[in-house]
């Protein structure tokens, strides 16, 4: 059995398993790569290493050069233009691939998690901000390279300001942030309801917000459905381009599941492009969690050394 | 050499051309199908039939399946759930092909057209709509079916009507009509004009805005430009969702060329995420007119006909 190493990396941690064969054998947790990427993903190989490992994956957060393995550049991760393949292949001596995150954790959906058995799926991650990953006949589609950052396609023109530099990204409106900000600007004009005891003062994260209406705050539970609501018209927008089979939603806000899909699905299927001729493709939550980046950089490390062995 | 027939139906006009090999050797132009649309495509392949055409393909404006060659709906198209490939095939003995008219017109382009010799690109069609058609790896990318139908992606929450029945719709802001409407909206400001002298009363369609462009009237020009910005934006969502290697438009409003082309390039260039590290791909003019859909009926007919016999 084939094994290798995933490394999953985002702006603070970066998450390092190793596979055998599709399975998670070992995993470690670091924390913020620093200024040095490169140095921190070989650190994390390094400690992960056993002599029968025949090929690393990296997952990063931003845009990548898939067929020369270097890291162009993303908001939230240091540097530009790495050559992460060639220098992590110089230090281990064995095949490395470099893909963007989104598409990591989309091939892992697809092997192991809420994907298995399509071939035609998009998957769409909520956090920060919305990143993204098209499987196409059952591989990863990345069109030049850098396909899938639908977090930035307009949603609403001279809208919101998004941290990309430019206005209405679809991003500035179902994402964390976009359900934090939702909460301050509801807790300002209701400085005295309950939301705004629940929440301490400055504490409005998507986290603390999802928290509240996990517990039944009522407008809490409003914010999810509004935020909701915006996921559901930009997923509606990705299924009249791409007339996905099923989209699976990740993320650390898409693991909150039901209370934020139930209002994208009605939303969607309201608006769907033909919607009296067609169904709505299913919108699933995510299976693998938190570990899908890492151990789908892994999969597809196996993935594209089997092929070329072909 | 391969003799095939190839229509385009959109909503008044039915094109039908002959092919011989790539080469079109005859053309037919009919006006509105009526209601029995399927009798009009029969009508025009009886038109052009020679006992050596092999192949029949159709092109649609609506949602096509593919794969059984049923007309799902369209909304400038009458009829629905329209088994066209049967009744063709039935009628005439020779495989038939039937699908959207946008991807139609792309695997022209592709073949003997602006996007010759490329393998990952996106037609954007501008008429009464937008349309559009993926090309990826060299073949038509349609999804389940329906893929590239990007007119009705999000592009301003709560905006402008669109005929879907949604609002904001990509198309409201960068089409025929919504040229036509950036002109009436000026001239009721400016009814004293010059651009209300050149368009003579009601006379407000994206056609006669655009030939007062063409004839150097500042006000058309400018409105021209609006039109061109939304279109760049839109492609830059595009690009972020694709990363193509080119997008090709085409369509009435297309043909007007750089006038259109200009703006939109700036504005994309101007608005690509990660563009401080990306080039913007080429953004040119289809090159095969109003014929494109119907070539590219025939010539997908041949592409699959060939594709089977193997």
Redo the contacts between chains.
């Keep these: 059995m084939t094994a290798s190493i995933g490394i999953d990396i985002g702006g603070t941690k970066l998450l390092a398993v190793r596979l055998q064969g599709q399975e998670m054998v070992a995993k470690e947790l670091f924390s913020t790569p620093g200024e040095d990427m490169v140095g921190s993903v070989v650190a994390a190989v390094r400690e992960l290493w056993t002599d029968d490992v025949t090929s690393v994956g990296v997952g990063v957060a931003g845009?990548v050069r898939f067929n020369d393995g270097v890291f162009?550049?993303g908001p939230h991760v240091p540097g530009?233009?790495v050559a992460v393949r060639e220098i992590v292949e110089g230090e281990f001596g064995v095949p490395v691939i470099v893909d963007n995150d989104a598409n990591a954790a989309a091939w892992a959906e697809l092997c192991n998690g809420a994907a298995q058995g399509h071939r035609?799926v998009l998957l769409v991650t909520l956090g920060t901000g919305i990143g993204?990953a098209v499987i196409?006949g059952g591989e990863v589609?990345?069109?030049?390279?850098?396909?899938?950052?639908?977090?930035?396609?307009?949603?609403?023109?001279n809208?919101l300001q998004c941290d990309?530099g430019?206005r209405g990204c679809w991003e500035t409106?179902a994402s964390g942030p976009a359900l934090a900000r939702l909460g301050r600007e509801f807790i300002a004009l209701n400085p005295e309801g309950q939301l705004a005891r629940l929440l301490r003062k400055g504490d409005f994260t998507g986290e603390t917000i999802t928290r509240a209406a996990d517990a039944g705050d009522e407008t809490a539970r409003g914010l999810v459905s509004q935020v909701g609501a915006?996921l559901g018209?930009?997923l509606?927008?990705?299924i009249?381009?791409?007339?996905?089979?099923m989209i699976v939603v990740g993320g650390g806000l898409g693991s909150i599941g039901e209370s934020l899909l139930g209002p994208a699905r009605r939303v969607a299927a309201d608006?769907l492009?033909?919607g009296?001729?067609?169904p709505l493709?299913p919108i699933v939550v995510a299976s693998l969690g938190p570990e899908a980046g890492a151990i789908g950089a892994g999969l597809l490390a196996q993935h594209h050394i089997a092929a070329e062995a072909l």
Tied chains: 1, 2.
């Design positions: 845009l162009v550049w530009s233009n035609d993204g196409s589609y990345r069109g030049l390279s850098f396909a899938g950052e639908w977090g930035h396609m307009m949603y609403q023109a809208g990309c430019k409106v915006a018209q930009g509606c927008s990705l009249a381009i791409f007339d996905p089979e608006a492009h033909g009296a001729h067609r493709p």
